[in-house]
């Protein structure tokens, strides 16, 4: 099992960036997928999540609105779209699989800064 993410990077405030994780050693369309942050200092921070069928989504409030999680099951992918970012954004961003969040991938630097 693997979770390879990208797309992480240095973005001004207000700015968009989006993350991507492409999966394998699974069958990625039958779990539930999860982004969780951690920020410089601080605990870690369950973002959003989504069904395996992408049918209903779940988000943290605090990026409710500005952020989308979406998945593309024909190519073992999991997006994650981040608009109006906010300095607070600033974190490492895991992709997660399953419910029980048994395997994380390597994680991606985001960080939000003029």
């Known amino acids: 099992v693997q979770l390879v993410e990208s797309g992480g990077g240095l973005v001004q405030p207000g700015g968009s960036l989006r993350l991507s994780c492409v999966a394998s050693?699974?069958?990625?369309?039958?779990?539930?997928m999860n982004w969780v942050r951690q920020a410089p200092g601080k605990g870690l921070e369950w973002v959003s999540s989504i069904w395996a069928g992408g049918e209903i989504t779940y988000y943290t409030d605090s990026v409710k609105g500005r952020f989308t999680i979406s998945r593309d099951n024909g190519e073992n992918t999991l997006y994650l779209q981040m608009h109006s970012v906010k300095s607070e954004d600033t974190a490492v961003y895991y992709c997660?699989?399953?419910?029980?969040?048994?395997?994380w991938g390597q994680g991606t630097q985001v960080a939000v800064s003029s």
């Open positions: 997660v699989k399953g419910r029980s969040l048994l395997k």
């Open positions: 050693g699974f069958t990625f369309s039958h779990y539930y």
